[in-house]
């Protein structure tokens, strides 16, 4: 691909190519120039990318990306180009205060759990569908986790749009406009859920680390102001599903599955 592909957007919104195309399996991206300012041009490939720019326009800028034009499948967005990191601050020794950082950024996301929320987003309850065959296949932790997983969303509490997808690598620093999310999957269901992909990020050796997941999930209870082992239960479950997901896609399962029996471990902990 290259930048004659991107071309009637280009002439459309007037944007000055800033750099080389970026091609992923899910959307085609190009950094551009609108009115003077860095964005990024970005055309989906994918449905689920397609559900993450209607909510990028639902959330407004509000702890999200802005987005300065839209048509169907093609967006563009503000470009990030601060230098912070949260995944160096994390691999720093800053693991905490990174933490802070996304809990302020999603409980941002969340406010606008009393808005009417597209219909285009996917519930949790579909989401989950893949830890079944697993469970079956599998039993043990997959089947713990499959029987919470049902307990939860029959349940669901504080019900909201939820990005999804929550880790280091996807909230950015934009500078001046602070720190925002980018590429949410575009679901709907219980807010906690987006506070569990935290403790599998960012990295095997952190996620992993001794205690590190209490603790963490300890400081989130506080900072995003949710119930401590409903945590626990939704970083079991999600870990476990996204164990799921690798097992499909024939790639390594092991850190998915080792938060998992962390989380699973603390809980029976708690029921002690």
């Known amino acids: 691909m290259n930048v004659n592909d991107f071309y009637p957007y280009l002439i459309k919104w007037s944007l000055q190519p800033d750099g080389e195309p970026i091609i992923t399996p899910s959307s085609e991206l190009l950094p551009v120039r609108y009115q003077g300012k860095p964005a990024m041009l970005k055309i989906a490939k994918t449905e ?3 559900r993450g720019f209607l909510l990028l326009l639902f959330w407004h800028g509000q702890g999200a990306v802005q987005v300065f034009e ?19 601050m994390a691999t720093e020794g800053q693991d905490s205060e990174a933490t802070h950082i996304i809990c302020h950024v999603v409980n941002k996301l969340h406010q606008s759990h009393n808005l009417s929320l597209p219909s285009e987003l996917v519930p949790l309850n579909i989401w989950f569908r893949a830890l079944e065959p697993m469970a079956n296949q599998h039993g043990g932790l ?13 349940n669901q509490q504080d019900v909201t749009a939820l990005h999804g997808d929550i880790h280091h690598g996807n909230v950015l620093d934009f500078g ?4 925002q999310v980018i590429d949410p999957k575009g679901l709907v269901g219980e807010r906690i859920f987006d506070f569990a992909n935290i403790l599998c990020n960012p990295t095997f050796q952190i996620a992993t680390k001794p205690h590190r997941l209490k603790e963490q999930a300890m400081l989130i209870t506080q900072w995003a102001d949710i119930d401590y082992i409903r945590l626990l239960k939704w970083i079991f479950v999600y870990s476990a599903l996204s164990a799921s ?24 902990c708690k029921k002690k």
């Open 142 to 154: 997959f089947q713990e986790a499959w029987l919470v997983s049902q307990e939860l969303l029959k």
């Open 176 to 179: 001046e406009h602070g720190w």
């Open 70 to 88: 839209h048509e169907n499948a093609v967006i563009l967005m503000e470009r990030a180009l601060g230098n912070r990191s949260l995944v160096t």
């Open 48 to 50: 689920e990318e397609q």
């Open 245 to 268: 997901w690798h097992l499909e896609d024939g790639t390594s399962p092991e850190l998915s599955l080792t938060v998992a029996a962390i989380a699973r471990q603390e809980l029976h």
